[in-house]
């Protein structure tokens, strides 16, 4: 049978290495965030008042297109990043931070909620959890020009946000990852045993506890 899986967390977390790998480990499709093609996000790290508004639109809608594809692909399905974060956590954050005008922040959220009525919620989400520390470090390693101005407190406010946003899900489960401990670019056994995981909870195991033995 068929899954719809997403990764999702915060900036640098390694979203976009795990679904490579899963992909490729899982013989699945792997589908990714709009990252490159964003015309907004280099202004937006710059000046997020001015420019936040009309990168979040942009995500959202490419968004709702990729969960589009992926309702028509007939197969299993790993998703980089998903809609419900765009407007749970960034959105939300610069609403939050006074950076997203009230009324900029209704038609959003209309927006959001008008897509949420069209789009299939998917069987799992995979919560990427790390410090601000590793998010920094790894962010460093990628060497975005544009994510050079991303600040500690930036990832902190995504990080709370990230985590009331996971206790509060409904629509699926989700397997909650300590990425400050599994290293799955470049330890294999990690990435077997995230897969063994995620296979596990798909299958309707309630709990899927991560043995500190085999992490380290």
């Keep these: 049978m068929s899954k719809f899986?997403?990764?999702?967390g915060n900036i640098g977390v390694g979203k976009s290495s795990l679904v490579n790998l899963l992909s490729e480990y899982l013989g699945w499709e792997p589908f990714f965030e709009p990252v490159v093609e964003n015309p907004y996000l280099a202004d937006f790290y710059t000046d997020m008042e001015r420019w936040g508004f009309h990168s979040q639109v942009f995500f959202l809608s490419h968004r709702v297109n990729i969960h589009q594809s992926i309702m028509a692909f007939n197969g299993s399905v790993v998703m980089d990043r998903s809609i419900y974060e765009?407007?749970?956590i960034f959105a939300k954050n610069l609403f939050l931070t006074a950076q997203f005008e009230e009324r900029d922040y209704e038609t959003y959220r209309v927006l959001y909620s008008a897509f949420m009525k069209v789009i299939q919620p998917p069987d799992l989400i995979?919560?990427?959890?790390?410090s601000v520390s590793t998010l920094q470090k790894r962010i460093a390693q990628r060497a975005r020009s544009y994510e050079g101005e991303i600040s500690d407190d930036y990832l902190s406010q995504l990080n709370e946000l990230y985590e009331q946003w996971v206790r509060q899900i409904d629509f699926c489960p989700v397997l909650t990852i300590p990425a400050d401990d599994l290293d799955f670019v470049a330890r294999p056994q990690h990435l077997s045993l995230i897969a063994e995981k995620i296979l596990q909870r798909l299958s309707g195991?309630?709990?899927?506890?991560?043995?500190?033995q085999k992490i380290h």
């Design 205 to 212: 195991v309630e709990e899927v506890v991560f043995d500190n």
């Design 126 to 130: 995979i919560y990427l959890r790390a």
């Design 86 to 88: 765009d407007a749970e």
């Design 5 to 8: 899986v997403v990764v999702a």
